[in-house]
């Protein structure tokens, strides 16, 4: 018999609160007197959420954001590296496996799609969690900056490589090089986020997008999201050979045998374009 996994109250509520609304799960970072910078807690706790919501059938997508008026500063100067440099060892080793496990391994292979709603400051080790999502949504007033240069380190973590797969060689440099600040309307522009609005559009903004996600699919999305990350470092050849595979297993394993009922719907039926919206699921 297998064991039921953890559910929605066996979360703490405390440094990241989850709600979850018409399939939307909104998982709030909530440390905003310290502008929601990443300490211990933040990072256990996210580890948490993401299995909690990785088995709840009622989360079809998740939406990361900041509580009050950040995104995130980054990782916890304080917490996070000072503190975590003058003890044990492999207590740093734990945390930094657990924080890089979040932030970008699953969060990038994620099960379910997931969005970045950037509301406000977004420094540092942010940037891992906004180019590990799949989309991203700003508040065209937010702040953004690879801020590390101005006290000293390089942007570690896998924040640099992150930047160098989402920008051209230039602004990636610029931006690390200098850790000048931009806003929303800049991230839109370079492509870091997908759209930036207005503070008072962007609950709205990012509701519309998770909806469309929410009416896919599930299985053929997590497959989607799985051969885009691979096979941009395959060869061409290994990448067809791989997607000739990914495709067939994902036919294979759809429970909802969406492919079958796609092209009976559009060959036999006649009853929708495929180029114009999904099949219907029921
Ligand atoms: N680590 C630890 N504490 C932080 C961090 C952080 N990254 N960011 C903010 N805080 C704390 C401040 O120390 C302050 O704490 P206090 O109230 O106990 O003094 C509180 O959050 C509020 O910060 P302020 O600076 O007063 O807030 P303000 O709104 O004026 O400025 C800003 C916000 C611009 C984000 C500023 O706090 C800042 O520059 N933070 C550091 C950003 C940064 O460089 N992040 C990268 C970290 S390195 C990395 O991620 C790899």
Known sequence: MTQKPPGLESLPQENVLVKIEEGIAWVTLNRPSKRNAFN???????????????MEESARCVVITGAGDAFSAGQDLKEYFREMD????????????ANSAWQWRRMMHYPKPTIAMVNGWCFGGAFQ??????????????TFGLSEINWGIIPAGIVTKSVAMALSQRKALYYILTGETFDGRTAEDIGIVNFAVPK???????TAIAKKLIEKNPNVLRACKTAYHYTREMSWDAAAEYLAAKSDQTKFWDPEKGADKGMKQFLDEKSYRPGLGAYRRD
């Open 86 to 97: 003058a003890g044990h060892p492999m207590l740093r080793e734990r945390l930094y496996r």
């Open 129 to 142: 969690v906004l180019l590990a999502c799949d989309l991203a949504v700003a508040d065209e007033e937010a």
């Open 40 to 54: 211990p807690a933040i990072v256990y706790e996210m580890v948490q959420v993401m299995d909690v919501l990785e």
């Open 200 to 206: 008072d559009q962007l609950v709205a903004k990012t």
